[in-house]
Every structure is written in structure tokens, then in C-alpha cells.
């Protein structure tokens, strides 16, 4: 078979020897301490993964320590998570302890395994997209700083998976997270006709809408938007620089609730709105880590062990968690509002 030259490497040739050795052949793991998974395989070979979590933009001198350390402990085997945690692969048992003590002394936090909270998975739109409603490192940084707790202890019913989209767009995997955090745009955008009339293809504009807002205005040489039909989704600025989106007093922050992506115990869920705005508070978003920090205190009193936050909400009802939490309630905050009819109650979506 022919080798090219595109395309990454085989992930098989940057495993370390011991997983290659044992390849499909791992028996079980156990948790010893938060952040420390060790393996063990059918063979009785031995291998501990520590997780680090990471603020996701590093510098290359952050890589350059840490590869330093993957040198010293695990013979250069580490590899970055999706969650952009770091996790070292240590086949020695003899240099866990060791690893251990040197990323305390440089400050590199370990945790998040087990009944903790994860690290925040999160798109960084601010840097290389047209659409962010947020700043989603800031909002991440602020809400683990406060979940600190959570993350190097596993005093949590199960498991908790957030995720942050700096827009409706989501590509940061908030559809299916036990918390979401989405940055959301609430007026429609600006149009510069000016530069629709210089530069702008107008069927690929009109084609860039997914509600059919757009439509094309030949009197002008340029378009009208829907007011009524947009949904503030910015997919238009993206397709043309004429369809300004940004607003700073109305854009802002929805939270979503009760999603997971695992089929264990029950089955795959989307998240669910519950928030739909929080103001946009740079640096440290007060009003977004107290509403998260109060839907997981809430979750960790009334949850039995085990019960991802989707599940509990699932068992109580979600009148009830809207009542627990002292949210107030909408019909926009169903999805299937259009068929619940003299009363919410009606809804699929409710239980009593
Ligand atoms: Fe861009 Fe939206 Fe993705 Fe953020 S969530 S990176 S703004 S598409
Ligand atoms: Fe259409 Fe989204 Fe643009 Fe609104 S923001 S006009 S829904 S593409």
C-alpha cells in the first residue's frame, strides 16, 4: 500500500509500548485519587493516566514545560484531551508519586476524573470565528475557578460534563452536556448596504439564512431581513462582512441543562434551555458562575448516586426543578410548546 505524504500520522505509532503491547486487552481501571485512572490489563501490566486540566489557550513555553515533564516520568507519552485536559501516561508505578508532587509544585492542578466535573469543553470563537456572543476562555476560567472544589474531589453524585458555544451555532459540543453555557445573540443584524452592493454574492447571502429571512431587494441592489424569522444566528455575517451581528447590550449568555451523549443507564439526551439570558459580564461573569454553581448545589442535594443532572431532572420533573431552582418559567423554554395545550402541564416534556 502506498504511504502519502497527507493526512496525520496512524494514531497506533505515537501509543506508548505498553498500550500497543496490550492493545484491546485492557482488563479494568480504578480511580486511587481524583485525577489518577490506573489500568490494569489482562496480563496484569500496569499503566496510570494523570489528568491535568488546562485554561485550553497555552503558550509554547506552557508545551515546552510540560513535554519536559512527559520526558522525566513518562518517557514523553502524554496526550492533550478533548476536554483540554492533559493527561500523562505513566508506565512506571514507581514515578506516579513523583509526577504527582512535581505538577503540584508547578501549580498544574490534577483532577477531574470520576464523580467530579470534567474540564469545560469550549470553542475559542472570539480568536478565529464571525459569530461569538462571548468570550468563551473568560466564561470557562471563571465558572472552573469557582467549581474549583469539584474538580480535584469526586463528591458529585456522577459525572459532570459541561460545555460552552460562543454561539447558537454550538460547535462546542453544548447540545449534549449535563451543563451548557451558549453565547446568544437577541437582535438581527445590521445592514451595511453600502458593502452588500460592493462585495457581497447575493444568492449565497440569501442561501446562508436557515429560517428564509433574507430575501433579495433588486431595487436597492442588496437584501431586507425578517425581522420576524430571524433567530439571531449570524450564519449571514459569516457569509457576508455587511451583516453586522454584534450587540453588546443585548448579547449575552443562555444556559442549557440536562443533556449527555453516553447511552449508560438511560439514554442519550439534548440539553435544555432553562436561562435563556444572562448579561455579559467580563471579566469574571458573577452572574453566570452563581447560576451554575446553584443548579449543581441544587443537583447534588436532591440527586441519588449515580444520576447524571439530566437524569435527576428527568425523575423530579422539570416544573419541579424550575420550582427548586427559582427560575422563571416560559413557554419558549419547551420545545414542543406549540402542542401543550390549555396549560404547559400538556407538554410531553412535564411530569407530575
Ligand atoms: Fe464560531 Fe459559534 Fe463555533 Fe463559537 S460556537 S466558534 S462563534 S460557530
Ligand atoms: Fe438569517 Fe441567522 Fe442572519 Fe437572522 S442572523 S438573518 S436567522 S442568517
Redesign the pocket.
Known sequence: MAILDQGPPHYKKMLPPIVQENYGQWKYHEIPRPGVLRHVAEGGAVLHSVRVGTPRLVSIDFIREVCVIADEYCDGYLRWTTRNNIEFLVSDEAKVEPLLAELDAKGLRVGGTGRSISNIVH???WV??????TD?SGVVKAVMDDLYEYFNSMKLPAKLKMGL????????AAHCSDIAIV?VHRTPPRINHDVIRKGTEIPSLVASCPTGAIRPDPKNKSVVVNEDKCMYC?NCYTMSPAMEIYDPKNDGIAILIGGKTSNARTAPSFSRMVIPFLPNTAPRWPETTAAIRKIVELWIANARKGERVGEWVERIGWEKFFELAELPFSEMLIDDYIFSRETFRTSAQFKF
Not at 128 to 133: E, F, L, M, R, V
Not at 166 to 171: G, H, V
Request: some cysteine; charged content about 0%; hydrophobic content about 25%.
Open positions: 470553542t475559542q470563537g478565529h470565528c464571525h459569530t461569538p456572543a468563551a458555544a460562543c454561539c447558537l451555532n454550538m460547535c462546542g453565547g449570524g
